[in-house]
């Protein structure tokens, strides 16, 4: 029997996790100094720790735990699945249910012609298949040239070579050496920051127009795709201004390029609609899904495929799969998911209900000294935090300083709401009822309250100049 067990003590996991566990996006040293934090159960939407503690969970996980904590139907398909079929590959002129399943229900979710699925065991994966896709298309249709990927600063798309060089992350670029050649990134449509005198509106279609300016100063005839999430999600939940995506749309269908939309964090629910392109009413050549496919129950992505990409890259092998590709037990564990979200009609609770409501509460913040604005699709917001709301000005200390302070009296009042620099972030699960928001509201002023305390003491409410 494995000798770790939920009832060690804190301090001996603490020692045993900073001893060999290296973590993803952290700096080790500085966490084993500080401790780190030993999540023991979860139910709903509340996370409890070694020490007892009940944290209410408004990020579901890393944007993923859609459906909740504890759901029991899921754990009884990863069980039978794993004594009936537990691993099969998708390769040799093999398939098996769960995939066959599972592939047909996305067919039928997801919008317009998007009725082929590329799987993979998450959202990294199913981009870097996205690279090969659009480049492979290109190739078969004899236009081998158009190989560039336009995606955005500060945008997310993974962590490997390939996904994150389609991410604008510049801390992520440094490190390996990316962006791997032929991705090039364009500005992010981040009115609050970057807008200066434009109207958001404004700001929105000269955003967009960097496409159009882009796609010409390459030439069409070198460009294979452009990338992006329908709302940024680890850049700080960005919500585009309400003209960007129409202009963007306009631009896609006048040249001849694929659009890629990533909807890792937007699908399944989380903007009150199935999928972000819904609500944005975008048309994917493919789209990127992950996290909520499976609530995170399990290692899970894909890639959606149109007809025509699909019908084009099937006339000759296409040299690419993962092993786990429509791995039986995430695939029947997804499927369950989806039956979940259907039949306790989830999307609807969070356009209808949640959305509405948490949008209440959450536009009230911006009467807070410390919040210069909120921003709120669904259910994903952010909020800016500013030392001076009459101007919309980064803060005089290096970005994230603040956010920080912030983020660590969430973590003393048991509330997980992240922060990007100095944005905060939530991305709750879609079933949280409006007395689980109450909770949520409470803990965030609370929170704020005393990171405005603690950044004025520090003498840290200054305006950059
Ligand atoms: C999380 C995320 C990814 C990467 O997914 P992983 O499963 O972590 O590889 C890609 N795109 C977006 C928009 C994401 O939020």
């Not at 279609?205 to 030439?219: F, H, M, N, P």
Request: charge should be negative; glycine fraction near 10%.
């Amino acid at each position: 029997m494995n000798k770790i067990t939920n009832h060690m003590p804190t301090a001996e996991l603490q020692a045993l996790d900073a001893a060999h566990h290296m973590h993803p996006f952290t700096a080790n040293h500085e966490l084993a100094e500080k401790g780190v934090r030993v999540i023991t159960r979860a139910n709903g939407v509340r996370l409890t720790d070694s020490e007892g503690r009940e944290i209410l969970d408004a990020m579901a996980g890393l944007w993923c735990v859609n459906i909740g904590y504890g759901r029991d139907e899921l754990a009884e398909v990863a069980h039978r699945q794993m004594k009936e079929l537990p691993y099969y590959n998708t390769f040799f002129m093999s398939t098996h249910v769960p995939a066959i399943a599972l592939a047909d229900k996305l067919a039928e979710l997801a919008p317009g012609d998007l009725n082929h699925v590329f799987f993979a065991s998450g959202g990294s994966e199913a981009n870097d298949t996205n690279i090969r896709l659009v480049r492979r298309y290109w190739d078969l249709m004899g236009k081998p040239d158009k190989k560039v990927i336009i995606s955005r600063k500060n945008a997310y798309h993974g962590t490997s070579v390939g996904s994150a060089s389609l991410g604008g992350m510049q801390g992520m670029h440094a490190q390996g050496g990316l962006p791997i050649p032929d991705v090039v990134h364009i500005n992010q449509p981040y009115w609050y920051l970057e807008g200066g005198e434009m109207s958001p509106e404004e700001f929105g279609i000269a955003r967009a127009r960097e496409l159009e300016a882009k796609i010409d100063e390459l030439g069409e005839g070198r460009v294979a795709a452009f990338i992006a999430e329908p709302i940024q999600g680890a850049g700080g939940v960005i919500v585009p201004p309400e003209s960007y995506w129409p202009e963007v749309s306009r631009i896609c269908a006048e040249r001849d390029i694929l659009l890629i939309v990533d909807e890792v964090i937007t699908g399944f629910g989380r903007t009150g609609n199935w999928f972000g392109s819904q609500t944005y009413d975008l048309k994917p050549d493919i789209m990127t899904i992950a996290k909520g496919l499976s609530s995170g129950y399990a290692p899970i992505g894909g890639s959606l495929v149109s007809d025509k990409v699909a019908d084009v890259i099937g006339r000759e092998e296409f040299t690419h799969g993962y092993t786990y590709s429509g791995h039986p037990v995430a695939a029947a564990v997804a499927l369950e998911n989806l039956r979940i979200i259907e039949e306790e009609k989830i999307v609807d609770h969070v356009r209808d209900e949640a959305a509405p409501y948490l949008a209440e509460k959450w536009h009230q913040l911006a009467d807070h000294p410390f919040v210069g604005e909120t921003k709120i699709v669904g259910m994903m917001a952010s909020l800016a935090l500013t030392a001076d709301k009459s101007v919309r000005k980064p803060f005089e200390a290096p970005a994230g300083t603040v956010g920080y302070m912030v983020r660590e009296r969430c973590f003393a009042n048991n509330l997980i709401m992240r922060h990007v620099g100095d944005r905060m972030v939530i991305s709750p699960p879609l079933v949280m009822t409006k007395s689980d928001i109450d909770d949520l509201f409470e803990r965030a002023v609370k929170s704020l309250d005393e990171g405005y305390a603690n950044v004025k003491a520090a003498g840290l409410l200054k305006t950059a100049g």
